[in-house]
């Protein structure tokens, strides 16, 4: 292409990479660039689809080139080029076409495409990136302790130990208890004791009836408040975050 004469360029119907692409960079740009090494050679790439093919497979076989499928989902913790080249690369891409627009006052056209792109390859793809990419999956040197493995951690909505309250709020309550205690005291009277444990929900609300009235509206965010009224007038309001357990004692 003009340009960039040395790259190799190619497409298909939906703009992404399909099994003949791949097959042709292997044969116009990968095995002629590995020719001189010593064999066999290790190419290593995701388990797309496109990579996994008869055709691939058999071609690399004929010419001594090991394909290594690195974990599925985990290209971002372990694949190099993600980890440096692709990066800088997007870098110093952004700061090209940038610059052509500021030359030319106008969007990048698809003539001056290939000539930029090249200018951004020879600033962003360099030795010392990629082999930081290599190190920084821990394929070379071989260290799997090198690897992030905080990039593999479950999504944050199947990690119950990081929930928040706004996650389980969203879940609604489904339980809470109570226990009502009745005892004599010194005088004769009778005491009442109210315990109510309620979980951590947005909005939950529970009235119960017990001797005159008892009476339990709760309304729980981060905190959860509690307000309760017995017998003629008895309020006792209680904040707390997880845990909610009021005590009232009413003399009748």
Same mark, same amino acid.
């Given at each position: ?6 790259? /190799? @360029?190619?497409?298909?119907? !939906? ?6 692409? #791949?097959? $042709?960079?292997?044969?116009?740009? @990968?095995? %002629? ?6 064999? %066999? ?9 496109? /990579? ?11 010419? !001594? ?7 599925? /989902?985990? $290209?971002?913790?372990?694949? %190099?080029?993600?980890?440096?080249? @692709? ?25 001056? #495409? ?43 909505? #199947? ?39 309620? %979980? ?41 975050? *997880?845990?909610?357990?009021?005590? *009232?004692?009413?003399? $009748?």
């Amino acid at each position: 292409m003009d340009g960039f004469p040395e790259a /190799h @360029f190619a497409k298909s119907a !939906n703009g992404w990479i399909d099994s003949q692409i #791949f097959y $042709s960079w292997l044969i116009d740009a @990968f095995i %002629p660039a590995v020719a001189d090494l010593e064999k %066999p050679v290790i190419l290593f790439m995701d388990g797309h689809k496109t /990579h996994t093919s008869l055709d691939v497979s058999e071609l690399c076989r004929n010419h !001594n080139i090991i394909l290594y499928m690195l974990p599925s /989902h985990a $290209s971002h913790a372990v694949q %190099p080029l993600d980890l440096t080249t @692709f990066k800088r690369l997007k870098q110093v891409w952004k700061e090209e076409v940038l610059a052509y627009q500021e030359e030319k006052s106008d969007t990048l056209s698809k003539k001056d #495409f290939a000539r930029t792109l090249k200018k951004a390859w020879q600033r962003g793809i360099e030795r010392d990136v990629v082999v930081a990419g290599f190190r920084a999956a821990g394929i070379y040197p071989w260290d799997p302790d090198h690897v992030d493995l905080t990039k593999l951690g479950p999504a944050r909505l #199947f990690d119950p130990s990081r929930l928040t309250v706004a996650d389980m709020t969203s879940k609604g309550a489904e339980t809470s208890s109570s226990l009502l205690t009745v005892t004599d005291t010194p005088d004769g009277t009778e005491a009442e004791t109210v315990t109510e444990t309620v %979980p951590v929900t947005e909005t939950a609300t529970q009235t119960e009836t017990v001797v005159d009235t008892v009476t339990v509206t709760e309304t729980v965010a981060d905190t959860v408040t509690v307000t309760e009224t017995v017998g003629d007038t008895v309020t006792v309001t209680e904040t707390v975050a *997880d845990t909610v357990t009021v005590t *009232d004692r009413d003399s $009748s």
